[in-house]
């Protein structure tokens, strides 16, 4: 069956920078677009960036400049570099590929 794994969550000062991960299995991940989509305490989910099968990407106005996604076709990951973090960038993230959604990992930024 589909899993995707993420890691690398965690508690970060304002400023500071997280890497997350997400190793897929169970599916032809070079085929598909994978995403990381977020959710704040009270808010609706909302896309943090995706990248298609090729090497398009996409961002939140939110976080333009201060992430970047990537992913490694071969080892089917995907990842998320988070620098300049602020504290509205709190919230779970989940990496979503093929229409599948991971578990979520937690990301807290402290001011």
């Known amino acids: 069956q589909v899993q995707l794994v993420e890691s690398g969550g965690g508690l970060v000062q304002a400023g500071g920078s997280l890497r997350l991960s997400c190793a897929a299995s169970?599916?032809?991940?070079?085929?598909?677009?994978a995403g990381w989509y977020r959710q704040a305490p009270g808010k609706q989910r909302e896309l943090a960036a995706r990248?298609?099968?090729?090497?398009?990407?996409v961002y939140a106005d939110s976080v333009k400049g201060r992430f970047t996604i990537s992913r490694d076709n071969a080892k089917k990951t995907v990842a998320l570099q988070m620098n300049s973090l602020k504290p509205e960038d709190t919230a779970v993230y989940y990496c979503?590929?093929?229409?599948?959604w991971g578990q979520g990992t937690q990301v807290t930024v402290s001011s």
């Open positions: 990248i298609a099968s090729g090497v398009g990407t």
């Open positions: 169970g599916l032809t991940f070079s085929s598909y677009t």
């Open positions: 979503v590929v093929g229409g599948y």
